[in-house]
């Protein structure tokens, strides 16, 4: 199973952008990197996913790099609300079946 | 939309009861999960319902059955259950079993 590594904890001023790096070196192919976040206690919310090139919508950006072992997911005007914990996950074929493989995750604190 | 409704909110209950956890979706996802959540700890992937049949069980103890009465339901029974097992219980549901994964807000369950 690819894993993924995240730093546990960042602070990003209100306004900037926040870079949240992952590392998934050990990633397949065929596996997909997908990002959620949860704000205290509530379900993950989907955030964006990708599988080789670079992906944007309306809540962030997703760079991946050209050898696929690393991602960062990009909020590009930080706000407080988007103070949450940011999962890295990789999807993809285990035993036959469909899986999200959680990283554990980097606290980010968005400050005013 | 992507909504999925999770109840009840919050669940007490002793080690003798037996207690039902309930999950809805009206997406038409065909695919629906079970993960639990210890605090500060990423979600853990217990049951997975693909067409309305088990598609995969993580070594789950059996105090913990789910059911999947139809594509929309999916429940969790609960019976005998340990302190150990208190947790938040997170409802997910997708297209099919490859696709994006949407998140309910959770029940958060204290068993005493």
């Known amino acids: 199973d690819a894993k993924t590594t995240q730093p546990p904890s960042m602070d990003c001023a209100e306004g900037r952008a926040a870079n949240l790096p992952c590392n998934h070196s050990?990633?397949?192919?065929?596996?997909?990197v997908y990002w959620y976040r949860q704000i205290h206690s509530q379900g993950p919310q989907y955030i964006i996913h990708?599988?080789?090139n670079n992906e944007t919508n309306e809540m962030a950006s997703l760079i991946i790099t050209e050898d696929r072992k690393s991602s960062t997911l990009i909020l590009p005007h930080a706000t407080l609300r988007d103070t949450a914990v940011y999962y890295c996950?990789?999807?993809?074929?285990?035993?036959?079946?469909?899986?999200?493989?959680f990283g554990t995750g980097t606290r980010l604190k968005v400050l005013a | 939309d992507t909504e999925v409704t999770q109840t009840p909110k919050h669940l007490v209950m002793g080690m003798t009861n037996k207690k039902s956890l309930k999950c809805e979706q009206h997406?038409?996802?065909?695919?629906m999960y079970w993960y639990k959540q210890k605090a500060k700890k990423p979600p853990e992937l217990m049951f997975v319902?693909?067409?309305?049949?088990?598609?995969i069980n993580e070594s789950v103890p059996s105090r913990f059955s789910p059911e999947c009465p139809n594509s929309s339901l999916l429940n969790l029974h609960l019976h005998a259950l340990q302190p150990e097992d208190s947790a938040l219980y997170l409802c997910?549901?997708?297209?099919?079993?490859?696709?994006?994964?949407?998140f309910g807000p959770g029940t958060r369950l204290l068993v005493l």
């Open positions: 050990t990633i397949s192919g065929n596996e997909y």
């Open positions: 997406m038409g996802h065909r695919a």
């Open positions: 996950i990789v999807r993809g074929l285990t035993s036959g079946t469909y899986k999200y493989i």
């Open positions: 990708g599988l080789k």
């Open positions: 997910a549901s997708s297209q099919e079993i490859r696709e994006t994964q949407y």
């Open positions: 319902y693909s067409y309305e049949k088990l598609s």
